[in-house]
C-alpha cells in the first residue's frame, strides 16, 4: 500500500486510540453519574474508530488490528501529544474534548474526499457517531461558559492549556507531500490547521470565551507551518532550543511525553506479556 | 387506625404475597430497612464499577477494552436507577452519596479488594457477577415493588455480563499456559471473599428483611445455589479451589464446612477497612470535592450564548 495512505491512517487510528484510552479512565469515576455513562460511550466510540481504521491498514499491509494497537514499540505511535496527556481534571478533560472533536469535524470534513473507496466509507460511518461527540462537548462547554465564575475559569484554563497543544493534531503527517499529492490527504495540515483556528475562533467567540486563549497556538501554527515532516522530526535535537510555544508538537514523528511512556507501559502489558495468545 | 391497626394490616399484607408501592403506608423499620439495602446495592453497584476500571488500561485488545467498557457503564447505569429508586424512600441521591464517599455506608464485600491482572476480569465477570445475579434473582420476587421492576432490567443486563465473564474465562481456560495461570492465581485470591459474598448464616428470627420478604431466601441458601451452579464447571474447566474447598456431598451437592470459613477478612470489611477501601473511596471523594464547580454548572439553569 501507499506509504503515504499508512502514515495517515496510523496518524487518525493512533489519535483516537489514545484519546479513547483517556476518555476511558472517566468511566466508573466521572464526577457526575449521568455524564459517566455518557462520556463512557464517547470513550468507546473512540475506540472503535480506531479498531477500524487499524483493521483497514492491517488488511492492506498485513498483521492485525490488535497487533497494530497493542504490538508496536512507543516510538511508532503518530498521535498529536495532545491525544496522550493524562486527564488532570473534568474541565481540562472537556476542553480537550472539545478541542479535539472540534478539529476532528475539520480533518473529517476533508477526508470525505479522500482518493481511497474504504477510508471514505469508514469516513462517513465515522462522522455520523463524531457528530454526537461535538454535540456533546459544545452542550458541555456551552453550559459552563454560561455558569458560575468557578467553572467558567477552570474552563478557560483548560481551554488554554488544550489549544496550546493543538496545533499538534496539525502537523504535517510523515509523507504529506505525497498523501495531498496522491489524493489521500485532501488538503494539506496547514490548511486544515488554518481552519480549525477559524472555526473554534467563532464557536468561542459565540460562547463568550475569552478568545486570547488560542494566541498562542497561533505562533505555534507558525512555527509548523512547514509542509514537510522533517522540522518537526528534528525536534528532539533541538528540544532544548524549542521555543516554549511549540509545546505539544512532535507527535506525529513519534516524540512523545514521559507520560504517554507511562500510558504505553500499561496499555500495552498485557498484550506484550503473553505473546501467542489469543484475546 | 391506631399504629398497632396499621402494622398488623401490613404484615398479614406481607404474608399473603401483598407488595408495596412507594405511597403506600408502610412501618419505619420497613421503609429504613428497605432504604438501607437499596442503597447499599446501589453504592455496590458504583464501587463496583472501580476494580474493573482499574483493569481496563491492560485490557488485551480493541474487542476487550471496549466491551469491559460498556460493561462498567452499564454499571453505573445501575447505580443512577437504584440510587433514584432509594431515594423515593426518603434520603437524597446527594446525601447517599456523601454518605458512601465519607464512608459511612457500606457496599458489598467483593468491591475492597485490589486487581492485579486480567485473570481478576474474569473472576469478576463470571463469578462474581454469577453470585450477584444469583442473589439478586432472588430479589425478583421481593416486596418492595419499585425495586423488583428496576431489578427486572438489572438482570437482564447482568445475564449479558454474565456471559461476556464466562466468554473472557473461556479464553483464559483453553488459552497458553500464562492464560491459564491468570484465572487460577485470581481464583486463589477471590475464592474465599466469594464465599463472603453472600454473608454468614441467615437468623431467620430476627432479620426483619426476610420477615417482611424484603428478602425471600437466607443468606446459605443463595450460596448453596451458587456452589451448586458454578463449582461443577470450574472443576470442569481443570481448576482447583484454594480453602475453603468444596467437596461433594451424597445427595448430589457441593459444600462448603462452615468451620472452613475464615470469616475475619469479612468483619474488618463490614467496618470499612478492607485491603482497598480508603484508596478507592479517598478517590472517589477527592472527586467528589474538586468537582463541586460541575454540579454548580449542571444544576443552574442553562443560559443560551448562541
Not at chain 1, 458541555?140 to 493543538?166: N, Q, S, Y
Not at chain 1, 507531500?177 to 464557536?203: D, I, M, Q, T
Not at chain 1, 497561533?218 to 528534528?234: C, K, P
Request: hydrophobic share 40%.
Amino acid at each position: 500500500m501507499s506509504e503515504a495512505l499508512a502514515s495517515l491512517l496510523t496518524a487518525l487510528a493512533d489519535d483516537e486510540l489514545i484519546l479513547g484510552h483517556r476518555h476511558s479512565e472517566w468511566t466508573g469515576f466521572a464526577p457526575h453519574i449521568e455524564e459517566d455513562v455518557a462520556f463512557s460511550s464517547i470513550a468507546q466510540d473512540e475506540i472503535g474508530h480506531a479498531a477500524a481504521l487499524y483493521s483497514l491498514l492491517a488488511q492492506r499491509s498485513g498483521g492485525d488490528a490488535d497487533g497494530l494497537a497493542l504490538g508496536r514499540d512507543a516510538a511508532a505511535y503518530r498521535h498529536a501529544v495532545l491525544c496522550e496527556r493524562p486527564n488532570r481534571d473534568w474541565a481540562y478533560t472537556l476542553a480537550r474534548h472539545w478541542v479535539y472533536d472540534t478539529a476532528d469535524a475539520i480533518r473529517l470534513e476533508a477526508l470525505h474526499d479522500t482518493a481511497d473507496e474504504d477510508l471514505r466509507a469508514l469516513v462517513t460511518k465515522m462522522s455520523r457517531e463524531e457528530r454526537y461527540h461535538l454535540i456533546h462537548a459544545d452542550a458541555w462547554i456551552e453550559r459552563v461558559a454560561a455558569g458560575p465564575v468557578e467553572g467558567r475559569m477552570k474552563l478557560e484554563d483548560g481551554l488554554k492549556e488544550a489549544f496550546e497543544e493543538a496545533l499538534g493534531l496539525f502537523e504535517p503527517i510523515e509523507h504529506e507531500e505525497k498523501a495531498v499529492h496522491e489524493g489521500y490527504l485532501p488538503l494539506p495540515s496547514s490548511e486544515l490547521a488554518r481552519r480549525f483556528r477559524e472555526l473554534a475562533a467563532n464557536k468561542l467567540d459565540e460562547l463568550g470565551v475569552q478568545t486570547e486563549i488560542y494566541s498562542r497556538s497561533d505562533e505555534a501554527a507558525e512555527f509548523v507551518a512547514s509542509s514537510s515532516g522533517d522540522l518537526i522530526a528534528s525536534g528532539d535535537e533541538h528540544a532544548e532550543s524549542q521555543p516554549e510555544r511549540a509545546r505539544g508538537l512532535g507527535g506525529r514523528s513519534g516524540h512523545h511525553s514521559d507520560e504517554f511512556q507511562d500510558l504505553w507501559d500499561v496499555m500495552t502489558s498485557t498484550y506484550r506479556n503473553n505473546p501467542g495468545a489469543t484475546w | 387506625m391506631t399504629y398497632e391497626e396499621k402494622l398488623g394490616r401490613f404484615n398479614e399484607h406481607i404474608a399473603l404475597g401483598g407488595k408495596v408501592e412507594t405511597q403506600d403506608w408502610m412501618p419505619d423499620d420497613y421503609r429504613r430497612g428497605v432504604l438501607k439495602f437499596i442503597e447499599m446495592h446501589a453504592n455496590s453497584e458504583i464501587m463496583g464499577a472501580l476494580p474493573e476500571r482499574e483493569c481496563l488500561p491492560f485490557a488485551p485488545s480493541l474487542q476487550r477494552k471496549m466491551s469491559l467498557a460498556a460493561k462498567i457503564q452499564d454499571e453505573v447505569g445501575h447505580a443512577q436507577l437504584l440510587y433514584r429508586v432509594a431515594e423515593d424512600l426518603g434520603k437524597s441521591r446527594e446525601a447517599m452519596f456523601v454518605d458512601l464517599v465519607q464512608g459511612r455506608s457500606k457496599f458489598h464485600n467483593v468491591f475492597h479488594y485490589p486487581v492485579h491482572q486480567w485473570g481478576d476480569v474474569a473472576i469478576i465477570g463470571w463469578l462474581i457477577d454469577g453470585a450477584a445475579l444469583v442473589t439478586q434473582a432472588a430479589l425478583l420476587d421481593s416486596s418492595y415493588a419499585p425495586y423488583t421492576r428496576v431489578l427486572k432490567r438489572i438482570c437482564t443486563e447482568e445475564q449479558l455480563h454474565l456471559r461476556h465473564g464466562e466468554d473472557i474465562t473461556l479464553e483464559l481456560a483453553s488459552g497458553t499456559d500464562a492464560q491459564r495461570e491468570m484465572f487460577q492465581e485470581a481464583l486463589n485470591r477471590w475464592w474465599l471473599a466469594i464465599i463472603h459474598f453472600f454473608g454468614p448464616k441467615s437468623n431467620v428470627e430476627k432479620d426483619l428483611l426476610l420477615r417482611w420478604k424484603v428478602k425471600t431466601r437466607t443468606n446459605e441458601d443463595l450460596r448453596q445455589e451458587f456452589l451448586d451452579r458454578y463449582v461443577p464447571k470450574i472443576f470442569e474447566l481443570g481448576f482447583h479451589f484454594p480453602t475453603p474447598t468444596p467437596h461433594s456431598s451424597e445427595d448430589g451437592h457441593w459444600l462448603i464446612k462452615d468451620e472452613d470459613i475464615d470469616w475475619e477478612p469479612l468483619n474488618s470489611i463490614k467496618k470499612n477497612e478492607g485491603p482497598e477501601t480508603e484508596r478507592r473511596l479517598s478517590n472517589r471523594r477527592a472527586i467528589y470535592e474538586d468537582h463541586r464547580w460541575v454540579r454548580e454548572a449542571l444544576s443552574e439553569p442553562a443560559v443560551h450564548a448562541a
